[in-house]
């Protein structure tokens, strides 16, 4: 059983009125745009909810966000990762509030950055590390290292994949051909020259791509995220690492995304050994940074390759990367929230909300299926599993998911816009848990009965 095209469109309609009704003063505010933004909102994503126009936010604290028509909704999405650990945490408000009086930038390291190094080779493992304000930034360094090392030109993504904004991965397979991404702004390149793609979980078609040896790093998530949530085949991270190793390219995890799996992110969690390791988003509690690590080895020949090439600019680096209040942010993330017994509640909320939104799908006879990782959860209105990128842009269901959170959010609930994954922060309640499992049946019942 699904959801019949007449009904998902009827549902939006109503949703829609029902949303406009409940927030006068945002439509106001937003009926012409916000002034002197192009299109109307700061950042043109902003557009992309499901709405028929975003709301203005007043505040956010934990795991619940109010507009300023007085709405407050159970907050799912959580920044997308930005705010995993909810909003605004005491520890790092506190040190915000300490630097801030302070200083905020001045391109020399602060005392908690003397801290910051050890944490971060702590809680992820590898030994050496660097300071950057966007996971895309870190992983544009991290690759400009890879390539400088290995003498290499080309990196390797998987189709269906997400590292920001990174030129180089905006690719993906039509037909069984690399293509540039569709959509892509201002693109005149083929980016497809300087990038290998192959399916996500096939590692016969990825020892092929990297036996051409010009390959200098093979930049992937853990787990699929972006589209249709894609988990890895039993032994397949093993073999990434093998066939990798087999010839000579380097291995970067971006955990922007997966640092939901546990503490150390599905790295430290499964054990994974990669030579480079980028991490954004939630790093800092909301403020804006990123890290990037690497082991000994990259960090020998990456210090070689600095003393042996021409002196000049490196490419690297933006000027507000590692200012004192990213490293106070990080250093109370790492030390007081990103901890052992918050991912332990983490998990067991989300296992709830898994077990939850299962049952309801099943109930219904829906052809969908739940899928989880730690405390990131997803469903998707297709069978599953899925295996790779190309099953992952066939299972979107845009119309009937848009239906779904543009419901969802009529009866306080918030969740992802781009896709339907759902975030359990430590101040997510088992209350604000059940009570979207039940808005999700009672959507779902109405589009197919």
């Known amino acids: 059983m699904n959801a019949a095209p007449a009904a998902i469109a009827e549902m939006h309609r109503t949703e829609s009125n029902a949303y406009v009704a409940a927030r006068p003063k945002s439509l106001a505010a937003l009926e012409n745009g916000i002034a002197h933004f192009l299109d109307g909102v700061p950042m043109h994503w902003m557009r992309d909810w499901p709405m028929p126009f975003p709301f203005v936010v007043q505040s956010a604290k934990g795991a619940t966000i109010t507009d300023i028509d007085g709405n407050t909704l159970d907050d799912f999405c959580l920044g997308d990762t930005g705010s995993m650990f909810g909003h605004s945490p005491a520890p790092v408000a506190q040190a915000i509030r300490s630097q801030a009086a302070r200083g905020l930038t001045y391109m020399l390291p602060s005392e908690d950055a003397l801290e910051l190094g050890r944490m971060l080779s702590n809680m992820f493992g590898l030994p050496e590390w660097q300071i950057a304000t966007t996971a895309t930034d870190a992983n544009r360094f991290a690759l400009r290292v890879a390539r400088a090392i290995t003498g290499r030109e080309k990196i390797l993504v998987f189709n269906g994949c997400y590292h920001g904004a990174v030129d180089e991965t905006m690719v993906r397979i039509r037909n069984g051909k690399p293509v540039n991404r569709p959509g892509l702004a201002g693109e005149f390149r083929d980016l497809t020259q300087r990038t290998r793609i192959v399916e996500f979980n096939d590692l016969e078609a990825l020892d092929a791509a990297l036996a051409h040896g010009d390959v200098a790093c093979v930049i992937t998530e853990p787990v699929l995220t972006n589209s249709c949530m894609v988990l890895p085949a039993p032994g397949f991270h093993d073999g990434l ?50 890290v990037w690590g690497m082991t000994e080895e990259v960090a020998a020949r990456w210090k070689k390759n600095c003393m042996e090439r021409e002196a000049g600019y490196s490419g690297m680096g933006t000027t507000l990367s590692a200012n004192p209040l990213q490293f106070a942010a990080m250093r ?15 998990e067991r909320g989300a296992e709830r909300l898994q077990k939850g939104l299962a049952r309801a799908i099943d109930r219904l006879g829906l052809a969908w299926h739940v899928v989880r990782v730690g405390a990131r959860v997803e469903f ?20 009937l998911e848009a239906a779904i959170q543009l419901a969802l959010v009529n009866r306080g609930t918030l969740i992802a816009p781009f896709h339907n994954m759902m975030l359990v922060s430590p101040a997510t309640t088992g209350r604000q848990i059940d009570r979207l499992i039940a808005n999700f049946a009672d959507i779902a019942r109405r589009l197919v009965s």
């Open 241 to 290: 690492r093998s066939i990798t190793r087999k010839y000579g390219s380097l291995l970067l995890i971006d955990e922007t995304h997966t640092i939901s799996t546990g503490l150390g992110g599905y790295t430290r969690v499964h054990g994974l050994q990669p030579d480079l390791f980028v991490l954004g988003k939630p790093v800092a509690g909301g403020v804006p940074a990123s």
């Open 332 to 346: 109370a993330t790492l030390s007081q929230v990103m901890t052992a017994e918050n991912y332990a509640r983490m």
């Open 380 to 399: 998707i209105c297709a069978p599953g599993p899925l295996r790779n990128g190309a099953e992952a842009e066939l299972a979107h269901s845009p119309d």
